[in-house]
């Protein structure tokens, strides 16, 4: 690139740039994995070692059958429990057999087991505690998402991976979590293949509702072909991650912008936009998840090392305004020429 070439790239960014971040919301307000208005006072409570509100939403959950709530529900109160666990030794003291505070507590047993160096092992020891908290689940998924991410760790053969998804999508044939479980398992970082995974998430989108998160089961498909880069795997096509991207947009759109929902999937949707450079589409996607980061996709480094996600998050929408300012005309300012020979010039 020539010097010039350069200078004028530099003049760019510095007069388009403000306009161009018009539409995200400033860094200060940008929030990493806020919890919804229905969770943030169990967590304010379990803070205080009150564990009534979290007993009393997961109940919620489990008698109206909001399966997906109660995933992310468990998982967050899981993560909380991981650094501040005396809530939780309340409840269960006070409610030994409280389902709820059971499978957050194998959450927990099994989070901590995962980051353990005798992972396997560990996990092999949780093999009873996953099983009966499953099988007392007539109805309730979670526990079966819960017992294929214990199978995966725990390298369990494919036919037991098999017998628990059947479990699983018997109770809820189009559970999120229970997808994405799958997807793991299926994918080349475990026991399968980029096509089998790709195949898998095509099919499960295929079949899901249109408002369904399983429709963004392909781009977390091309999310982790990306992460292998650049040992694409040569049977899957690489224009496949941009049709990937674009089902995810068509979903996205569903929604209103702001909206906590579908969070991460718009996180881990502008993640792979911005690794494509469709620099306008991740300008848009920044835009409707306004203030509501993800620690996935923007937390997980290459190999081993962790990132932080929220310096990651406002890195990349300060890459989307960066480049689409370089690639704008210096004078383009929407409203005609401005300079010499326009008016007030020489």
Same mark, same amino acid.
């Given at each position: 690139?020539?010097?010039?070439?350069?200078?004028?790239?530099?003049?760019?960014?510095?007069?388009?740039?403000?306009?161009?971040?018009?539409?995200?919301?400033?860094?200060?307000?940008?929030?990493?994995?806020?919890?919804?208005?229905?969770?943030?006072?169990?967590?304010?409570?379990?803070?205080?070692?009150?564990?009534?509100?979290?007993?009393?939403?997961?109940?919620?959950?489990?008698?109206?059958?909001?399966?997906?709530?109660?995933?992310?529900?468990?998982?967050?109160?899981?993560?909380?429990?991981?650094?501040?666990?005396?809530?939780?030794?309340?409840?269960?003291?006070?409610?030994?057999?409280?389902?709820? &505070?059971?499978?957050?507590?194998? *959450?927990? %047993?099994?989070?901590? @087991?995962?980051? $353990?160096?005798? !992972? +396997?092992?560990?996990? /092999?020891?949780?093999?009873?505690?996953?099983?009966?908290?499953?099988?007392?689940?007539?109805?309730?998924?979670?526990?079966?998402?819960?017992?294929?991410?214990?199978?995966?760790?725990?390298?369990?053969?494919?036919?037991?991976?098999?017998?628990?998804?059947?479990?699983?999508?018997?109770?809820?044939?189009?559970?999120?979590?229970?997808?994405?479980?799958?997807?793991?398992?299926?994918?080349?970082?475990?026991?399968?293949?980029?096509?089998? &995974?790709?195949?898998?998430?095509? *099919?499960? %989108?295929?079949?899901? @509702?249109?408002? $369904?998160?399983? !429709? +963004?089961?392909?781009? /977390?498909?091309?999310?982790?072909?990306?992460?292998?880069?650049?040992?694409?795997?040569?049977?899957?096509?690489?224009?496949?991650?941009?049709?990937?991207?674009?089902?995810?947009?068509?979903?996205?759109?569903?929604?209103?912008?702001?909206?906590?929902?579908?969070?991460?999937?718009?996180?881990?949707?502008?993640?792979?936009?911005?690794?494509?450079?469709?620099?306008?589409?991740?300008?848009?996607?920044?835009?409707?998840?306004?203030?509501? &980061?993800?620690?996935?996709?923007?937390?997980?480094?290459?190999?081993?090392?962790?990132?932080?996600?929220? !310096?990651?998050?406002?890195?990349?929408?300060?890459?989307?305004?960066?480049?689409?300012?370089?690639?704008?005309?210096?004078?383009?300012?929407?409203?005609?020429?401005?300079?010499?020979?326009?008016?007030?010039?020489?």
């Amino acid at each position: 690139m020539s010097l010039l070439r350069a200078l004028r790239g530099v003049v760019r960014s510095a007069r388009h740039a403000p306009r161009l971040a018009a539409g995200f919301v400033p860094d200060d307000d940008v929030l990493l994995d806020a919890p919804d208005e229905r969770l943030a006072p169990a967590l304010v409570a379990a803070a205080l070692a009150d564990p009534e509100p979290a007993a009393k939403l997961l109940a919620t959950t489990r008698d109206a059958g909001e399966w997906e709530d109660r995933d992310r529900y468990v998982i967050r109160l899981a993560t909380f429990a991981y650094s501040r666990d005396d809530w939780l030794t309340h409840w269960l003291s006070a409610t030994p057999r409280d389902p709820d &505070a059971l499978l957050v507590t194998a *959450q927990l %047993a099994v989070r901590r @087991a995962w980051e $353990s160096p005798a !992972r +396997a092992e560990r996990l /092999r020891e949780l093999t009873p505690l996953v099983q009966t908290m499953a099988e007392a689940a007539p109805h309730d998924p979670v526990p079966w998402r819960l017992a294929l991410d214990h199978a995966r760790g725990a390298h369990a053969g494919p036919a037991v991976f098999e017998s628990l998804w059947e479990q699983a999508v018997r109770r809820s044939p189009h559970h999120y979590g229970c997808h994405v479980a799958a997807l793991k398992y299926l994918s080349a970082q475990w026991y399968g293949s980029h096509r089998a &995974a790709v195949d898998f998430a095509e *099919q499960a %989108a295929d079949d899901a @509702a249109p408002d $369904s998160l399983v !429709r +963004a089961l392909p781009v /977390r498909a091309a999310y982790d072909l990306l992460r292998v880069a650049p040992d694409r795997d040569p049977s899957v096509p690489e224009a496949w991650t941009d049709r990937a991207a674009d089902r995810a947009l068509t979903l996205s759109a569903v929604f209103p912008t702001g909206d906590p929902w579908p969070a991460e999937v718009r996180n881990l949707l502008a993640y792979v936009l911005v690794e494509r450079a469709r620099w306008e589409e991740a300008r848009a996607e920044f835009g409707r998840i306004g203030v509501h &980061a993800t620690s996935f996709p923007w937390g997980a480094g290459r190999g081993a090392v962790r990132e932080d996600p929220l !310096r990651r998050f406002l890195a990349a929408r300060d890459t989307v305004r960066t480049e689409l300012a370089r690639r704008t005309p210096l004078w383009a300012t929407g409203g005609g020429r401005a300079g010499r020979g326009g008016p007030g010039g020489h």
